[in-house]
């Protein structure tokens, strides 16, 4: 179908005899469009329609991976993002950390910004026996901790996973929480807890 | 979603014993989906709609019955299938909701800002356009979506909205495609339509508008992209707006070979 659009809209173009609309052209224009299509509400104001490199980078379809070499490149800027707590803690309440984890609200232009954000986990993931309404856009996390150990080294990767998602696969669909100023340290300090703590439902 | 999460588990607690699988929960849900059917309230807004398409009104007392949707003045039946399309009096694509306040305009002699303050109904106040589109889509029903390209304007369009579908932005990096560029994922335990693939497409597209019954409220495919966009934590899409033109554009030409069903009726 696209491809009888596209053959379409060629041979338009050329029989007006115009250049062909590139792909970076039709990219600009669109979001010129959205520029003018949408109003500051709330907290959502219009630069949330300003792309960082990697947003720019990954405005493509899942069937269209970026090639291996700009999909490193991505991964090393957001992985340089990575803060670590000062104080080498990266574990906190595994009971915060399922709050934290039930909760969708946060950043959207109906939600009291004042209000902290809740990283919404259960949403993609599955994460604990007990919690049977989840989604499965993300991999399971069930048993994540059991299955992974507590090492420091599982920690680390674990923290800078909710940290900046895009740290160690280009383009996830998951949010960059701590790069993006999502959830605080303290809370992806608890979500941490909920995924490796051995009290944790993750991880019964 | 807290009421299918009710539901879910009020069904849950009363059928499953030991451990619930959420495999269950999805079939119940499925039920109880089925069981809505049975009587649809979308009735009421259309039954308003196609009165307030034959009345005269506005500055010019004249009704709607001479608006063009696209297959000559006054045609209807099937009119919802071939849009959004190339109007050439107004040198643009336009949705139905863009249509009608075109013709509210053109036609009865409205003030484009007065009609367009109540795009969608809430408590206490009623949209115009959810009615109109009740009553308009209703009248498509059964017709097979063939949304026109043959227009440069209408191809521009469908390539524009693709482009908005796969942009990523905000402080989530959502893009439409995040949850709708998938085949067979969910969230929580809604399934997502993949609406770059052609069957699940045409399932979703040919749904809306739908009564939603945790709303209350008859929901048109304006409302639909504008809601996506707050959950998307993107700003306020402008009603009519021409992001919203294109993407409506690249929705509905992806759903081509649907056959139409709607006002449908949703959790």
């Not at chain 1, 007006?16 to 104001?45: H, P, R, Y």
């Not at chain 2, 033109?245 to 709607?262: E, H, P, Q, S, V």
Request: hydrophobic share 35%; charged share 25%; proline share 5%.
């Amino acid at each position: 179908m696209k491809k009888t659009t596209y053959a379409l809209a060629g041979l338009v173009v050329l029989a007006a005899g115009c250049a062909s609309v590139s792909d970076q052209e039709t990219a600009q224009k669109a979001l010129a469009v959205m520029k003018a299509s949408f109003n500051e509400k709330g907290q959502a104001k219009l630069d949330r329609l300003d792309q960082d490199e990697t947003q720019k980078a990954c405005s493509r379809p899942e069937s269209e991976p970026l090639p291996k070499d700009e999909a490193a490149k991505i991964e090393k800027l957001n992985f340089a993002s990575i803060k670590y707590p000062a104080d080498g803690k990266m574990l906190g309440d595994w009971r915060e950390g399922e709050k934290i984890a039930q909760s969708g609200v946060g950043k959207q232009y109906s939600d009291d910004p004042k209000k902290p954000s809740g990283g919404n986990c259960y949403a993609c993931h599955q994460m604990s026996k007990t919690e049977i309404s989840y989604g499965t856009i993300g991999p399971s996390l069930y048993q994540y901790g059991k299955l992974r150990g507590n090492t420091e080294a599982v920690q680390r990767y674990t923290w800078g996973k909710v940290w900046n998602s895009n740290a160690y696969t280009a383009c996830s669909n998951m949010p960059r929480f701590g790069h993006n100023g999502i959830l605080t340290e303290k809370q992806i300090r608890d979500v941490t807890a909920l995924l490796l703590d051995p009290a944790s439902p993750v991880n019964q | 979603m807290n009421r299918t999460l009710k539901i879910a588990s009020v069904l849950l607690a009363a059928a499953v014993a030991g451990p619930a699988m959420p495999q269950s929960a999805v079939d119940e849900i499925a039920k109880y989906r089925l069981q809505l059917q049975d009587g649809n309230p979308a009735d009421l807004w259309e039954a308003r709609g196609e009165d307030l398409w034959k009345q005269k009104r506005g500055p010019k007392n004249v009704s709607l019955e001479q608006c063009d949707l696209g297959k000559g003045p006054g045609v209807v039946k099937g009119a919802y299938a071939e849009l959004p399309r190339y109007f050439a009096d107004a040198d643009r694509v336009m949705d139905l909701e863009t249509r009608l306040v075109h013709c509210m305009v053109t036609l009865q002699g409205f003030k484009q800002a007065d009609i367009t303050k109540r795009p969608f109904g809430g408590p206490g106040s009623r949209s115009d356009y959810e009615a109109l589109g009740a009553w308009i889509t209703s009248e498509a029903k059964g017709y097979t979506m063939a949304v026109p390209m043959s227009h440069p304007k209408e191809q521009e369009a469908f390539r524009l909205g693709e482009k908005m579908f796969f942009f990523r932005g905000g402080p989530h990096d959502f893009a439409c495609a995040t949850c709708h560029g998938q085949t067979g994922k969910r969230i929580r335990l809604q399934d997502l339509p993949n609406l770059t693939e052609r069957g699940d497409a045409q399932r979703a597209y040919t749904t809306w508008p739908a009564y939603r019954v945790s709303q209350g409220e008859l929901r048109t495919f304006q409302w639909r992209l504008n809601d996506c966009f707050r959950q998307q934590r993107f700003p306020d899409l402008k009603f009519t707006s021409e992001a919203s033109i294109a993407l409506t554009t690249f929705l509905a030409k992806n759903a081509d070979g649907g056959k139409f069903n709607a006002p449908a009726i949703k959790r």
